[in-house]
């Protein structure tokens, strides 16, 4: 296993761990309340139908994990700075051995599919504006679902599973795929956002000995040239 690759394995198992951790010490169970009020208490309610729970999970890990590796002698897992979509492919980041691991955290409720990663400019800014800069990107996705608490008896969001992989695991000499969201009045092909399916990871998916920083640069350089 080359060096680069031995890092990212350390960095993927310490970050599991820590989330794991984390959701354990609430059953991996989380009750949303406001005001004492469970909002998932009524099951007709409108935040069940909408994107908003995935980025509530999103930031409890976020925030969480800043505090859970803010003393760690190895790294510490920091915020995205000006953490928007527009803004950055990432959610949070860290440092380890002179490498930029940038994790994004994405959710997925049982029953759907969560396959985006990010709009292919953001993550060609981010990934290929500093070329020296060596990078890993690390998709972080938790699995969740509704249910009844065992311990509070109440409505609850169930943490179910944690799946892990970096995009430099995947090889995308066949082409990629993407949809095409586009919120400009021209058309642009780079606002779409890259596609990442099981089926897609499976069908392509690197040795991770052999992963690569260069290759996964010159992927996504080509990716955002051919849109």
Same mark, same amino acid.
């Given at each position: 296993?080359?060096q680069?690759?031995?890092?990212?394995r350390?960095?993927?198992d310490?970050?599991?761990?820590f989330?794991?951790t984390?959701?354990?010490v609430?059953?991996? !169970?989380?009750?949303?309340k406001?005001?004492?009020y469970?909002?998932l208490?009524n099951?007709?309610?409108?935040?069940?139908?909408?994107?908003a729970?995935g980025?509530?999970?999103?930031?409890?890990?976020?925030s969480?994990?800043?505090?859970f590796?803010?003393?760690?002698?190895d790294?510490?897992?920091k915020?995205?700075?000006?953490?928007?979509?527009?803004?950055?492919?990432y959610?949070?980041?860290?440092?380890?051995?002179?490498?930029?691991?940038?994790?994004?955290?994405?959710?997925?409720?049982?029953?759907?599919?969560?396959?985006?990663i990010?709009?292919?400019?953001?993550?060609h800014?981010?990934?290929?504006?500093?070329? !020296?800069?060596?990078k890993?990107y690390?998709?972080f996705?938790?699995?969740y679902?509704?249910?009844?608490?065992?311990?509070?008896?109440?409505?609850?969001?169930i943490?179910?599973?944690i799946?892990?992989?970096?995009?430099e !695991?995947?090889?995308?000499?066949?082409?990629?795929?993407?949809?095409?969201?586009?919120?400009?009045?021209?058309?642009?092909?780079q606002?779409?956002?890259?596609?990442?399916?099981?089926?897609?990871?499976?069908?392509?998916?690197?040795?991770?000995?052999k992963?690569?920083y !260069?290759?996964?640069y010159?992927?996504?350089?080509?990716?955002?040239?051919?849109?």
């Amino acid at each position: 296993m080359n060096q680069y690759a031995h890092h990212c394995r350390w960095v993927k198992d310490k970050i599991t761990e820590f989330a794991t951790t984390i959701f354990k010490v609430y059953g991996n !169970e989380l009750v949303l309340k406001l005001e004492d009020y469970n909002l998932l208490s009524n099951e007709n309610n409108c935040l069940e139908s909408s994107t908003a729970l995935g980025f509530i999970i999103e930031e409890f890990l976020i925030s969480k994990l800043e505090v859970f590796t803010q003393d760690n002698k190895d790294f510490c897992i920091k915020r995205a700075i000006d953490n928007t979509a527009i803004n950055h492919s990432y959610d949070c980041y860290c440092k380890y051995k002179d490498i930029l691991f940038m994790i994004n955290i994405k959710t997925e409720k049982n029953s759907s599919n969560n396959n985006a990663i990010s709009a292919i400019n953001i993550l060609h800014n981010d990934y290929c504006s500093d070329k !020296e800069q060596i990078k890993a990107y690390l998709v972080f996705k938790v699995y969740y679902k509704y249910g009844l608490s065992r311990r509070k008896q109440e409505r609850a969001l169930i943490i179910q599973n944690i799946d892990t992989f970096y995009l430099e !695991e995947i090889d995308f000499s066949a082409g990629h795929k993407q949809d095409y969201r586009n919120w400009s009045g021209v058309f642009k092909g780079q606002s779409g956002r890259l596609q990442i399916s099981k089926k897609f990871k499976q069908d392509n998916q690197v040795d991770f000995q052999k992963i690569s920083y !260069e290759i996964t640069y010159n992927f996504i350089q080509g990716i955002f040239e051919s849109c």
